[in-house]
C-alpha cells in the first residue's frame, strides 16, 4: 500500500538502506504461523538448506558480546544496548514494545564449529538477528526484517529512518613538538564548526544523481490562520505595495475559494475536508491556487499542529477537520443560519465538545506523529489551559504513549518496581513542564501523585550532582564544632540566628524571606555559617548561593549564583542547547518536586 526508503552511509564499508513496507489491512501479518513464515530468528537447518545456512552464521549473528566480549561497540553499562542474548521461546509471542517476540527454540546440546569459531548449539537461536529465509537466501548478505505490530512501533521507525548522519566532534590542529609526538592542543572555537563528513561511496553516489531516499506518498502540509493574519515574509528591499498583496491568497484561502466556486453537478471539493484536499487536488505554488489533477497521484494532507494555548486557532481546526465543504471563514462558523463570534462557540453548538472528545482526538492524532515528550507537553497544555472534565480518564487512555519513552529505557525491569519507576518517572515529567506554566502535579487530585512514591522522590533528588552533596558531602563532626561554638554569636546575630531557626523548623507562619545587612566585619559570614551548619546538622538542605566567586569562598559549602541558576547570565542559543529540561542539575533552572 505504500513504502518509503532511505539510504544510510557509514564511515567505512558499503551504504545500506532502511526499508518501510505498510501492507494493506487484510495483508497485515497478524497471527503467529504467517509471521513464522515471514521472519524467522532460527539457524536453518543445514542439510535441507545448507546455502542459507551458511549464510545465516556468517552475515545474521549478533555479537560476540556480553561476558564473552564486553568490549563490544553494542555495550553499554555492562549490558547490549540491542537485547543480546534474545530468551528462548518455544511460539512467537504477540505485540510487545512494538514487535513480536520471535521464536527462538533451543537446539540439541553440543558445540556448533564454523569458519574458526565456536558456539553453545543448544542456545545459538538467542544470537540470530531477525531475517526472511527468501531474502536472505536470495542476496546472500545482512538484511534485517522485522514485523511491526503497532502503531507506536512504526512512528519510532519514521523518526529513524530520517535521522540523519551521525555526529561527532572533532578537532583538526597542528601537532606541537616532533612529528606523532606532540600534544594536540583543540580549539574551543573550531571544535563547534557546522560541517559533515562525506563518504567516498556516498560522494559518488550523490555525484551520479542515484536517488538516497523515496517515498510512494508525498506530504502536503496544509497552512491554518484566523481570518485576515496570513504570514507574510519580505525583505527590506521589496515593493511595500507588492508586500501587502502578497499574502491575500493561502492554501486555506484558496479552498474556500474552490469550494464556492464548484458547479453545481461537479461538486467534489464541497464533499471533502480541508485534508483531504490534496487527494484529488494538487497546489500550484505561482498562482497559488487549487488545481485538479489529471492523473492519479498518491497525496495525503497534514494540518500544521496548533497549540491548545492558542484557542481561537486550535477550535477553528477542530472545525476545519470535521466540516466539509466551507465556503469562507464566516461560514465555517456558521451552524443552522446563525453566525457565531468564536470557532468555539460553533464547535460547542455542532456537539463537538459536549464531553471530552475534542482533548481524546487531539491527544490520539498527537500519539500517531510525536515523542513521549512531546505528548506529555501537550497533555500538559491541555489541562492547564483547558475545561478537561475527565483528566484521570484522560491520562489513564493516553498513559501507554506518555510513558512509552520511560517504558522502553526500564523494559529490562520486571515487576512493580518496573511499573512504579516508569509511572513515576512519567510524573516527574509531567510535573516538571507543569511548574514551566505555574502548576504542580499536587494542584490536579484526579492524578498520581508523586509523594505516592517516597523512595522513588529521594533517588530522584539524589541525582541531582548539588542536592547530593548538601545530603552526603558534610563531615558531620566538623558541623556539630561550629554548632558547639554558637553561644559566641552576640545579642543582634543570636536574635538573628534563633528567629532564622523558627521558620526552618516550621513554627513561623508563611514564607518568609529575610535580608541581612551590615557594614563590613560586623560579623554577617559567621553568623550565616552557623546557621548553615545547624540546618545541615539537622538533616536539611541549605544551599548556599554568593554573588560572586570570592564571596563563596567565605561561606562554608557556597555556590557562585551563575553556577548554581545561571541568572546574571547573558541567554543566547548555546545556552539553550547547553540546558536540558530533564538534567538532573537542571532541576534549580527547570523546577524541582515541591
Not at 301 to 311: A, E, F, I, L, N
Not at 344 to 371: F, H, P, S
Request: glycine share 6%.
Amino acid at each position: 500500500m505504500a513504502r518509503i526508503y532511505v539510504v544510510e552511509f557509514q564511515k567505512r564499508g558499503l551504504p545500506h538502506a532502511h526499508i518501510l513496507v505498510i501492507l494493506a489491512d487484510e495483508d497485515k501479518p497478524r497471527r503467529r504461523e504467517i509471521i513464522d513464515k515471514l521472519v524467522s530468528a532460527e539457524l536453518p537447518d543445514a542439510e535441507l538448506n545448507p546455502r542459507l545456512y551458511e549464510t545465516i552464521l556468517t552475515s545474521m549473528m549478533h555479537g560476540p558480546c556480553g561476558a564473552a566480549n564486553p568490549n563490544s561497540p553494542c555495550m553499554k553499562d555492562g549490558k547490549c544496548t540491542k537485547g543480546y542474548p534474545k530468551p528462548l521461546v518455544e511460539v512467537t509471542q504477540g505485540n510487545v514494545n512494538g514487535f513480536p517476540v520471535y521464536r527462538r527454540r533451543r537446539r540439541p546440546p553440543d558445540v556448533l564449529k564454523f569458519r574458526g569459531r565456536e558456539y553453545d548449539n543448544a542456545t545459538i537461536n538467542q544470537w540470530v538477528v531477525p531475517y526472511n529465509p527468501y531474502l536472505s537466501q536470495k542476496y546472500n548478505c545482512h538484511i534485517n526484517v522485522e514485523v511491526c505490530t503497532a502503531l507506536t512501533a512504526v512512528k519510532y521507525l519514521y523518526k529513524y529512518v530520517y535521522k540523519g548522519s551521525d555526529k561527532a566532534v572533532i578537532t583538526i590542529e597542528t601537532v606541537n613538538g616532533e612529528s606523532h609526538r606532540g600534544t594536540i592542543e583543540p580549539n574551543e572555537i573550531l571544535r563547534y564548526l557546522n560541517a559533515r563528513y562525506i563518504s567516498p561511496v556516498e560522494a559518488c553516489m550523490r555525484l551520479l544523481d542515484f536517488s538516497v531516499q523515496g517515498k510512494t506518498h508525498s506530504i502536503v502540509q496544509l497552512t491554518i490562520h484566523l481570518e485576515n493574519e496570513q504570514l507574510v515574509t519580505s525583505r527590506s528591499s521589496d515593493n511595500p505595495d507588492q508586500v501587502l498583496t502578497r499574502g491575500r491568497h493561502t492554501m486555506l484561502t484558496r479552498f474556500f475559494e474552490l469550494c464556492a466556486s464548484e458547479a453545481p453537478e461537479n461538486q467534489e471539493a464541497k464533499a471533502m475536508v480541508y485534508q483531504d484536499i490534496p487527494k484529488k487536488f494538487r497546489w500550484d505554488a505561482k498562482p497559488k491556487k487549487w488545481v485538479r489533477r489529471k492523473q492519479f497521484q498518491a497525496a495525503i494532507g497534514r494540518m500544521v499542529h496548533v497549540s491548545p494555548r492558542d484557542m481561537n486557532k486550535f477550535y477553528m481546526r477542530v472545525l476545519l477537520c470535521r466540516r466539509k465543504g466551507p465556503q469562507s471563514f464566516e461560514q465555517l462558523r456558521t451552524v443552522d443560519g446563525v453566525t457565531y463570534e468564536t470557532y468555539r462557540q460553533a464547535a460547542l453548538k455542532l456537539g463537538y465538545l459536549e464531553d471530552d472528545a475534542e482533548w481524546v482526538a487531539c491527544m490520539t492524532e498527537a500519539a500517531a506523529l510525536k515523542k513521549p515528550y512531546e505528548l506529555r507537553q501537550l497533555f500538559a497544555t491541555i489541562i492547564v489551559y483547558s475545561q478537561v472534565s475527565e483528566i484521570r480518564q484522560l491520562w489513564d487512555q493516553f498513559y501507554d504513549d506518555l510513558s512509552q519513552d520511560y517504558a522502553y529505557t526500564y523494559r529490562a525491569l520486571q515487576g512493580q518496581e518496573k511499573e512504579d519507576l516508569i509511572q513515576f518517572k512519567t510524573l516527574k515529567s509531567l510535573h516538571d513542564l507543569l511548574q514551566i506554566n505555574g502548576y504542580a502535579v499536587a494542584d490536579f487530585d484526579d492524578l498520581p501523585q508523586l509523594h505516592q512514591y517516597p523512595a522513588l522522590v529521594v533517588d530522584s533528588l539524589l541525582q541531582n550532582s548539588l542536592l547530593r552533596r548538601e545530603l552526603e558531602g558534610y563531615d558531620q563532626s566538623i558541623l556539630q564544632s561550629i554548632v558547639d561554638q554558637e553561644n559566641q554569636l552576640n545579642d543582634g546575630q543570636r536574635a538573628i540566628y534563633d528567629e532564622i531557626l523558627q521558620a526552618v523548623d516550621g513554627t513561623a507562619v508563611g514564607e518568609i524571606l529575610f535580608f541581612i545587612d551590615g557594614p563590613g566585619g560586623t560579623g554577617k559570614s559567621t553568623l550565616l555559617g552557623h546557621i548553615l551548619a545547624k540546618v545541615r546538622l539537622s538533616g536539611k538542605i541549605a544551599i548556599a548561593v554568593a554573588s560572586s566567586g570570592i564571596a563563596s569562598l567565605l561561606i562554608m559549602g557556597a555556590f557562585n549564583v551563575q553556577n548554581t541558576s545561571q541568572v546574571e547570565r547573558q541567554v543566547d542559543v548555546c545556552d539553550l542547547q547547553a540546558i536540558q529540561p530533564e538534567d538532573a542539575d537542571s532541576e534549580g533552572q527547570f523546577g524541582n518536586l515541591g
